[in-house]
């Protein structure tokens, strides 16, 4: 039933499929953003209407939110939550310290707040995500509107000070207009090339006022769910050594698999 999918998305949902032996009955859950995540809540969903999960979501982005309501599964705010067992997001990349680059779907602010506010984060990344060193992705800055053009020309000279391969910035767009996000700021793209002290990078742009947040995740996330388009993933955890997993219960798998098919959200 997969084999329609692409290799890549096929290795997302894996990703999302292995995640979800972290979810447990009765748990406040951070959805993340993106289409790794986009996996994932269908499959909570899935698991929902089939095996009756019974778990209380909250969304870091609009999307998300729109497609976790159309999937079923009951959502709350951050505020109603108060605090999260875990949450489960993408990325776009990750080192091996488990440090992230994200927001490229735009969705860095809700997504740190939320796993900020969260017990653990988990991360489902396909092979492409993994790196020795972060930077070759475009870093995402979220910025205030008020004095936009002022804030970018404080970012681009502290850039001179910074130790990486490349300096050019570039705003978000979409639509031919400058991106704006669910918190009403628009979002700066770093290409760095190749960062390489993560530390100074994140506060150093944190100390521009017009600067929200920047998409460098540092010491948040505590285990990458890697899948692979053959159904296995590998699970790396910051803490412990790595673990391989296959799909262990295939009829669960082909439940759940059977349920996105007959909903129409098996894409
Ligand atoms: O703002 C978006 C998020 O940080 C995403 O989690 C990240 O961009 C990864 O997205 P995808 O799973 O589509 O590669």
Known sequence: MIDRL????????MSAYHAMQFVEDEMRLGLGTGSTAAWLVKLLGAEKHV???EIQCVATSTQTQELAERVGLRMISLDQAG?????????????PLLSLIKG????????KIVATASDRMVVIADPSKEVDRLGAFPLPVEIVRFGSEVTK????????????????????????????????????DLNLGEIRDVDTIASGLL?????????LFLDIADTVV?????????????D??????????????????AHLAETGELQ
């Open 6 to 13: 692409s290799p890549p998305d096929r290795a997302k949902l």
């Open 51 to 53: 095996f009756g999960l």
């Open 83 to 95: 605090w999260l067992d875990l949450v489960i997001d993408g990325t776009d990349e990750f080192d």
């Open 104 to 111: 490229g779907g735009g969705a860095l602010l809700q997504e």
């Open 153 to 188: 020309g404080l970012i681009e000279d502290k850039l001179a000070g910074f130790d990486v391969a490349t300096r050019r910035t570039h705003w978000r767009e979409k639509a031919g207009k400058r991106l704006i996000t669910d918190e009403g700021h628009y979002i700066l």
């Open 207 to 215: 100390e521009i006022p017009g600067v929200v947040e920047t998409g």
């Open 226 to 238: 890697m899948g692979v388009a053959s159904g296995e993933a590998r699970l790396i955890f910051s």
């Open 240 to 257: 412990d050594p790595e673990m391989l997993v296959d799909i262990s219960d295939t009829d669960h798998f082909d439940a759940l698999m």
